[in-house]
C-alpha cells in the first residue's frame, strides 16, 4: 500500500521560495529593463517620426489635405473662428466638435462647438457678423477669446466682406499632407520590425527561460488561453461602464478612439494584411516584453508595478486623442486592459508567454469581430 506524502510547513515554504527564486531568474536585469525601454521610446517617437516626415514627402505614401480640412480639425481643438465655403465644407466627412454659422450662399463660419452661442448673432446681416468676428482687437464667446483663422492664399473672403484684417492678429491655415492607407501601415509594420529587433537584442535569453519554464501541455494552455481571454473580457467590461460615467462628465459623444478609429480604416484598406500580423504578431510580443516583463523587472513592488505598467500602457494608445474627455475615457478603457494582462502575468509565475498568447488572441478576436460586426450579433 502506497503511503501518502505529507507536506510540512518548512516544505511549502521552501516550495514558495523556489517559486521565487525561478521568477528572479527570468526577470530582466535592471540595465536590460531600462534599456528595452529605452529603446521602445526611442524608436516609437524618434525613429517612426524621422521615418514618418520622409513618407509625408511622397506621392505614394501621402496624400494632399486641404486648407479646410486643417481649419476644422483646428477649430475642434482649440478655441478659435474661422471660414470655408459651403462646397470645401461638405467635402469634409467628420464636423464633430465644430458649429457653423451660413453667412450666404458661398461662405461659412466655423466655430468652436462648445463656445457657440446662437443668441450672440441673433439678428445679425452677414456683413455685421463678419465684422463683429473679424474686425475688432479680439472677439470673444462665453468669456474666452477666439483664434481668428485666416488661409493662406485666399483672401476672397474679405475682399468680398470689405474686411480689413491688416492690423489684427490671425493664425494662417495652410494646405498639408497625411499619410495614406499604404503609408500608415507601411510605417507601422517598419515601427514593429524596429522594435522586434531593438528589444528582442536584450530579451533573447529571458524569452528562452520563459519558453522552457512554460507548461506546454495543450489543455495547459488551452486553459490559460480562456481564461485569460475572460480575463480581459471582465476587465473591460467594468472599463465601459466607467467609461460611460467619464463620457458624461466629460460630455464626449465619441464612440470610438483616434487609436481604434485609425485601426479599422487600416483593416478596412487593401493592405489589411499588415495591420493583422501587426496587432496579432507583432504588437504582442513587443507590448508584453516592454510593459509587462520590463516594468515588473525594474519596479520591486508588485502592485505598484501593475500600477504603472497599466498606466503607460494606456498612455501610448491614447496620445493622440485631441480632447480632454476622449484622453480620460480612454484612459480606462487601455488601462483596463493593462490590468487584466498584468494579472495574467502575475499569476502565471510572471512568465511572458502567459500574456502574448492572451494579448494575440484577444487582438484577433477583437480584428474579427471588426471585420464582421454581424457576428458579434450572432455570438450575443
Given amino acids: 500500500m502506497n503511503e501518502e506524502k505529507k507536506y510540512t510547513f518548512d516544505d511549502l515554504f521552501e516550495k514558495k521560495e523556489q517559486e521565487k527564486i525561478e521568477i528572479a531568474e527570468h526577470k530582466f536585469s535592471v540595465k536590460q529593463g531600462i534599456l528595452v525601454i529605452a529603446v521602445y ?11 514618418g516626415l520622409f513618407f509625408y514627402t511622397m506621392p505614394q505614401t501621402s496624400v494632399p489635405i486641404s486648407q479646410t480640412s486643417v481649419l476644422v480639425d483646428y477649430v475642434r481643438n482649440n478655441d478659435s ?29 466655423i466655430l468652436t462647438r462648445d463656445l457657440f452661442s446662437h443668441d450672440a448673432f441673433d ?44 492690423n489684427i492678429d490671425t493664425t494662417t491655415i495652410r494646405s498639408s499632407r497625411a499619410l495614406n492607407l499604404f503609408g500608415a501601415n507601411l510605417l507601422n509594420t517598419i515601427m514593429y520590425i524596429m522594435l522586434l529587433v531593438g528589444i528582442g537584442y536584450f530579451s533573447i535569453t529571458v524569452l528562452k527561460k520563459d519558453w522552457r ?26 472599463a465601459s461602464v466607467l467609461a460611460t ?3 458624461d462628465i466629460f460630455n464626449y459623444t465619441d464612440k470610438t478612439s483616434v487609436n481604434q478609429a485609425a485601426i479599422i480604416q487600416m483593416l478596412n484598406s487593401p493592405y489589411m494584411i499588415l495591420m493583422v500580423i501587426n496587432a496579432v504578431i507583432f504588437a504582442p510580443i513587443v507590448e508584453e516584453l516592454v510593459f509587462r516583463k520590463a516594468f515588473f523587472s525594474l519596479i520591486k513592488n508588485k502592485w505598484v508595478a501593475l500600477v504603472v505598467s497599466s498606466l503607460m500602457f494606456s498612455l501610448i494608445h491614447i496620445i493622440s486623442e485631441p480632447t ?36 494575440a488572441l484577444w487582438n484577433l478576436m477583437s480584428i474579427v469581430l471588426t471585420l464582421i460586426p454581424g457576428l458579434l450579433m450572432i455570438i450575443i
Avoid at 87 to 99: H, R, V
Fill in 41 to 51: 521610446y526611442l524608436i516609437t517617437i524618434i525613429l517612426v517620426n524621422l521615418v
Fill in 81 to 109: 473662428v474661422g471660414y470655408t465655403t459651403h462646397i470645401e465644407l461638405d467635402k469634409i466627412e467628420n464636423i464633430d466638435g465644430i458649429a457653423t454659422v451660413p453667412l450666404d450662399d458661398t461662405y461659412v463660419l
Fill in 123 to 166: 439678428g445679425l446681416t452677414a456683413e455685421e457678423l463678419t465684422t463683429m468676428v473679424f474686425e475688432g482687437e479680439s472677439f470673444v464667446l462665453k468669456g474666452k477669446a477666439l483664434k481668428r483663422l485666416i488661409f493662406s492664399d485666399n483672401n476672397e473672403f474679405f475682399t468680398a466682406y470689405e474686411i480689413d484684417i491688416s
Fill in 213 to 238: 519554464l512554460l507548461d506546454k501541455k495543450p489543455t495547459k494552455l488551452i486553459s490559460m488561453a480562456v481564461i485569460g481571454i475572460g480575463i480581459i473580457f471582465i476587465a473591460n467590461l467594468i
Fill in 245 to 247: 460615467a467619464l463620457s
Fill in 324 to 359: 480632454l474627455g476622449g484622453f480620460m475615457v480612454n484612459l480606462v478603457i487601455y488601462g483596463a486592459s493593462g490590468v487584466g494582462f498584468g494579472y495574467i502575468y502575475l499569476n502565471h509565475k510572471e512568465n511572458i508567454y502567459s500574456t502574448i498568447i492572451v494579448h
